[in-house]
């Protein structure tokens, strides 16, 4: 059952394991981003070093201040998650140096997924979330799809294919928005949702584009 699979995920974070689970756009694999241990895990499984910033998960708007800074109304932040967006903000001192150590950023993901966002509350600190792929290949809508990855895992949540596997679009994940400079936004990466993230933006809040 849900409650058994949150705990068994639960268990497995907290022995310092990386779990795959589904999100609102591809299949994920998450570690505690507060325990450097499994965050060098997470880096090695993806075969790429700590210069690749991983994203933070959260289960709820009211968690981000904790871990970021904020120069944006609360009501964007809203407006926007929990959805297919990675929010790109100062990071605050609270948050896992060996996390990103390259970078005083981090993105901020909360998907508009029941399982991950339940798992993210029942965790004490953020989950650090990257795609369940190798570096430089194509985002997993299915977990057979990242099989190469089985055995570093230490569970796997299968929550069935995400979208249409036959359709490239799905597989572009979250939009990826900088709001780390006052009044501004630079889209990182198009992602999934870029038109309606933008519009919010431009039209509701007056950002300007900044050059990326």
């Known amino acids: 059952g849900w409650r058994e699979a949150v705990a068994a995920a639960v268990g497995a974070l907290q022995a310092g394991g990386l779990v795959a689970l589904p999100t609102d756009t591809v ?37 981000l201040y904790r871990y970021c800074q904020v120069n944006v109304p609360d ?20 948050l896992n140096k060996d996390l990103n150590p390259f970078t005083s950023l981090v993105g901020v993901r909360i ?20 795609s369940a792929n190798i570096s430089c290949q194509a985002s997993t809508l299915t977990v057979s799809e990242f099989q190469d990855l089985w055995p570093q895992l230490s569970l796997i949540i ?25 009044g501004k936004f630079t889209i990182i ?13 431009r039209q509701k809040y007056g950002l300007i584009p900044g050059s990326s």
């Open 27 to 63: 299949y994920g694999v998450a570690c505690l981003a507060q325990d450097s241990g499994a965050v060098r895990s997470i880096y090695s499984l993806k075969g790429r070093n700590g210069g690749k910033p991983l994203a933070i998960c959260l289960g709820d708007v009211d968690h």
């Open 75 to 94: 009501e964007l932040l809203r407006d926007l998650l929990p959805g297919p967006v990675t929010l790109v903000l100062q990071r605050s001192e609270e």
């Open 111 to 130: 998907p508009d997924h029941p399982f991950v966002r339940d798992l993210a509350r029942a965790c004490s600190g953020p989950l650090a979330l990257t």
């Open 158 to 182: 299968d929550g069935g294919p995400i979208g249409d596997v036959q359709s490239p679009e799905c597989r572009l994940g979250s939009t990826v928005v900088d709001l780390s400079v006052s």
């Open 189 to 201: 990466r198009p992602g999934c949702a870029l038109t309606s993230t933008v519009e919010i933006l």
